[in-house]
């Protein structure tokens, strides 16, 4: 080992879910949309100036956090934007996590959590889910140095109920409590109209599920302006430009057309609700999911052997090979089409 | 101040050059290439199809990689990129950057150094630049916990030979030296062969300024593949999905045509040579710059009031209000035509 390694900060990296690129695969391993941005996306993309890339893009992101702030009916200083909800979410750790107490999570949840926990040397703590996978809001009470949980957890698709979000968020009145909605456009109730209740809550979502544009790394929380200023001094101490000027002219496109986003929102937990009704006539077991992805384990054939004979069909599910969900397959939500592909594989698969 | 804000990381924010927005400007305040990006750019932008921005990019940003280590000749395992040069450098603070020793670097520098070094609470030292603000190379042999400096240096625009810059690496084996070469395109020679030379070497460059793509954020950095690797598995810990589809689009474009970048870099080089002259002719001051702007005072006038003069006239330029470099202006490299403005109003304003 040369000397200079002895001051290297080494980390167990986050691994990312595949990104298989087989001729004509269905993938439903990583929550994309199955449906195109909004046709305005589209537009300015065609009409975007080559030429103005040489200039640098507006730090402050104007323009994007603006038409978010107007989407959601809430102030532009109530809102910051990241390359994905990914580097929201590292700003956030790296801005308020600095207690030497150590932060809450669930022991099953996004599994970047204790990646940045560890990378940054956060002290950190996680609570069981309970045998059905819910949250028990009690074990978010005690002393911490700051709470953090996705709603609709991740990877099991399950809700917690405002007034339960409300009860974490009032127990911990002295450090900040983030809220990750990456999928609550899919059927849960957001935690946004509390951020004005409450000072220390910061509410987290993405344009990579619900507004279809992962390929461009749009994040976005919201939070009081207090909050909000912290982590942009933070951002501007990181990386004054983060967002492209694409990402903010696209981002912008995408979040502007309400009508195109309700569509395909009930398009696919209409498909969804379809999938479920299916899966469970194929004997899979799963909580009520209200995100883009069910969470399933099946009767009598061990998850990891369905996930290879759907892999050898060209279906991509993600499998997670991880204490207590070891036997799960997380199934994104595709088209209608892709589901009754992949209903129609596993009941050949199941022989039902 | 709430309970919470006791935790909170607080940081003197980076203030990025301001990014005017007026009608027919001459904007010379930021160093962006006066010409457009490479005419494969605008191509592929017209050809991009929207539908696949609901898709994640690849992770390990394969393409763009690609063509950055078939550019240089060198390997894809010796290639980081990042979201621009700051996120680079950002990643390379953290991952490098770790002794308890103090990490050296000029007092007249970029001046996002030690703001990194505050906010991740990295140690550092500055070392004075000589009389004509010049790195004194000897000023970085001592123990450090790791040397970076930009050359050609900001904002100076004073380059250090390349065996200079090998003596700095050479005496400091035990820790990480970044070289950080934003502007080596435009006259400097870069120190890129080092790399396979010394294990300890990380040089960083960006598509900012002589690839004319400021707009969409990209930077890279190159080293052993022992570097490179210690920084990715940071920056999957931070976020695997750095870079846009539209980045890797882009910037794969942009470096592929090498025609084109010498053109318009011998064109930036020729004009800047012609002010280089021009300002002489009025009275200013500045070393031999080799980069894509140029640092000067005047004789007679302060340098805010010239500033001041030529806001007025619809032309912007940096002033730093900042010890031993308040009486300078950082005047960016734009087309011929807008530095013949800049100099008839100069003259104007002069009296010459």
Redesign the interface.
């Given at each position: 080992m040369?000397?200079?390694?002895s001051?290297?900060?080494?980390?167990?990296?986050?691994?990312?879910g595949e990104?298989p690129k087989q001729e004509g695969m269905i993938?439903l391993n990583?929550n994309?949309?199955?449906?195109?941005?909004a046709p305005g996306?589209?537009r300015a993309?065609?009409e975007?100036d080559?030429?103005?890339?040489?200039?640098?893009?507006?730090?402050d992101c104007g323009m994007l956090v603006d038409a978010i702030a107007e989407y959601y009916g809430i102030e532009s200083s109530e809102v910051f934007v990241g390359?994905?909800s990914?580097?929201v979410l590292?700003m956030i750790f790296?801005?308020?996590?600095?207690?030497p107490k150590p932060i809450l999570f669930p022991d099953i949840t996004y599994s970047f959590y204790d990646?940045?926990a560890?990378?940054q040397r956060i002290p950190y703590e996680t609570r069981a889910l309970d045998d059905d996978f819910c949250i028990r809001k009690e074990d978010y009470y005690g002393e911490n140095?700051?709470v953090i949980f996705p709603n609709p957890n991740a990877p099991t698709g399950l809700l917690l109920g405002l007034s339960e979000v409300e009860d974490i968020v009032a127990h911990n009145?002295?450090?900040?409590v983030v809220v990750d909605e990456a999928y609550i456009d899919f059927g849960g109730v957001s935690a946004l109209p509390l951020i004005r209740k409450y000072?220390?809550l910061l509410v987290v979502q993405t344009f990579?599920k619900s507004r279809?544009?992962?390929?461009?790394?749009v994040g976005f929380a919201m939070g009081n302006p207090k909050l909000i200023g912290?982590i942009?001094?933070?951002k501007?101490?990181?990386?004054?430009?983060?967002?492209?000027?694409?990402?903010l002219l696209?981002g912008t496109e995408a979040i502007r057309d309400r009508k195109y986003f309700e569509e395909t929102k009930a398009k696919i937990i209409e498909t969804r609700e379809w999938t479920k009704r299916e899966l469970q006539r194929l004997g899979f077991v799963f909580g009520d999911s209200k995100s883009n992805f069910i969470f399933a384990s099946h009767g009598e054939r061990p998850a990891r052997e369905i996930f290879e004979a759907l892999r050898e069909k060209n279906i991509y599910v993600r499998y997670f090979n991880k204490k207590r969900i070891d036997n799960h397959l997380r199934i994104s939500i595709g088209t209608q089409a892709e589901m009754e592909t992949l209903i129609r594989c596993l009941a050949e698969y199941l022989n039902r």
């Amino acid at each position: 080992m040369e000397n200079w390694e002895s001051y290297v900060r080494k980390v167990v990296p986050y691994v990312p879910g595949e990104q298989p690129k087989q001729e004509g695969m269905i993938k439903l391993n990583t929550n994309e949309n199955p449906y195109p941005p909004a046709p305005g996306v589209a537009r300015a993309l065609a009409e975007m100036d080559a030429e103005k890339l040489r200039l640098y893009p507006e730090p402050d992101c104007g323009m994007l956090v603006d038409a978010i702030a107007e989407y959601y009916g809430i102030e532009s200083s109530e809102v910051f934007v990241g390359v994905g909800s990914d580097d929201v979410l590292a700003m956030i750790f790296l801005t308020f996590f600095n207690s030497p107490k150590p932060i809450l999570f669930p022991d099953i949840t996004y599994s970047f959590y204790d990646v940045w926990a560890d990378m940054q040397r956060i002290p950190y703590e996680t609570r069981a889910l309970d045998d059905d996978f819910c949250i028990r809001k009690e074990d978010y009470y005690g002393e911490n140095g700051g709470v953090i949980f996705p709603n609709p957890n991740a990877p099991t698709g399950l809700l917690l109920g405002l007034s339960e979000v409300e009860d974490i968020v009032a127990h911990n009145r002295d450090v900040v409590v983030v809220v990750d909605e990456a999928y609550i456009d899919f059927g849960g109730v957001s935690a946004l109209p509390l951020i004005r209740k409450y000072d220390n809550l910061l509410v987290v979502q993405t344009f990579s599920k619900s507004r279809s544009l992962a390929g461009m790394r749009v994040g976005f929380a919201m939070g009081n302006p207090k909050l909000i200023g912290y982590i942009n001094d933070v951002k501007y101490s990181f990386n004054s430009y983060t967002m492209s000027r694409a990402a903010l002219l696209l981002g912008t496109e995408a979040i502007r057309d309400r009508k195109y986003f309700e569509e395909t929102k009930a398009k696919i937990i209409e498909t969804r609700e379809w999938t479920k009704r299916e899966l469970q006539r194929l004997g899979f077991v799963f909580g009520d999911s209200k995100s883009n992805f069910i969470f399933a384990s099946h009767g009598e054939r061990p998850a990891r052997e369905i996930f290879e004979a759907l892999r050898e069909k060209n279906i991509y599910v993600r499998y997670f090979n991880k204490k207590r969900i070891d036997n799960h397959l997380r199934i994104s939500i595709g088209t209608q089409a892709e589901m009754e592909t992949l209903i129609r594989c596993l009941a050949e698969y199941l022989n039902r």
